[in-house]
């Protein structure tokens, strides 16, 4: 166990560099841990907090999410309110509409909304993760002043994932995404920027519902130096067949050389 355990950690370290509660099963691999309760992320896609992961919420499985955000940027404090609605219509794929109501010094309103779609193309074998692809449509707010995208944005990310069974009550869960951002492709404002992230999660209780997440979270080439940043976020999630909650706080060296913090919260309602 110890060295299948070891094979998929440096596989996904490896092979990758270059709801809601719903519980694993074999049909997503042999070799997946038994009773992963895994949950949404501020996206709405199945994941970490900011990480998206290679599995999918589950066939016909149906999640409202709704959240709080809350950061300091430049002297802007923003408080935002994401909500997210999640479908899985197939036992590999699903879809999400999330957007978010800002609140900020500058100003208030509705911010981006996008249309999000992941399908995973390869489940986790006994060496090599689970594997995945995304694709999303960004949509501008109510106020140019809180929103990233003036005409639309396009997102494009791969995912690998793997949850191995490291005793009878606990797993390890290893995830990493790479997506690339294009805001307003073609137009005066045009900005294309790339994002990274990976993360852990381990359960603390022995049914696996209360779990520490932990992230690394990498954005570069944004036009304004401030957006691009190094980010550590950690915090914990618990997960019911009523209701997933998850708690973190993330910790960010800004490419202007500031440093911010965002705390957020997120609860999820799951339907089967």
Known sequence: MYKKTAGLILILALGTAAGTANAASLSEGRWVADGVYRGLNFRGLTGLFITDSAYTIGKNNFAISGGYASESVAGNTINAVPVSITYGYGAAAEISI????????????????????????RRQSEYLPAMAMGAAVIAPGTNAAISTVS???????????????????????????????????????????????????????????????????????????????????????????????????????????????QAMFNLTIPFF
Do not use: C
């Open 151 to 261: 005409t639309y944005g396009v997102r494009l990310n791969g995912m690998a994932s793997s949850e191995a069974a490291l005793t009878e009550t606990g797993y390890i869960g290893l995830y990493v995404d790479v997506q690339l951002d294009a805001i307003d492709p073609g137009s005066s404002s045009s900005d294309y920027y790339y994002s990274a992230n990976a993360g852990g999660e381990l359960p603390l209780s022995d049914d696996k519902r209360l779990q520490l997440i932990g992230e690394v979270n990498y954005t570069t080439s944004h036009a304004a130096s401030v957006d691009n940043y190094t980010g550590y976020t950690g915090g914990l999630r618990y997960t019911s067949r009523i209701f997933q909650y998850s708690l973190a706080g993330s910790l960010r060296s800004r490419g202007d050389g500031s440093n911010t913090s």
């Open 98 to 121: 999330s957007g978010s109501a800002i609140n900020s010094t500058a100003a208030s309103g509705i911010g981006d909304s996008s249309l999000s779609w992941k399908w995973r193309f």
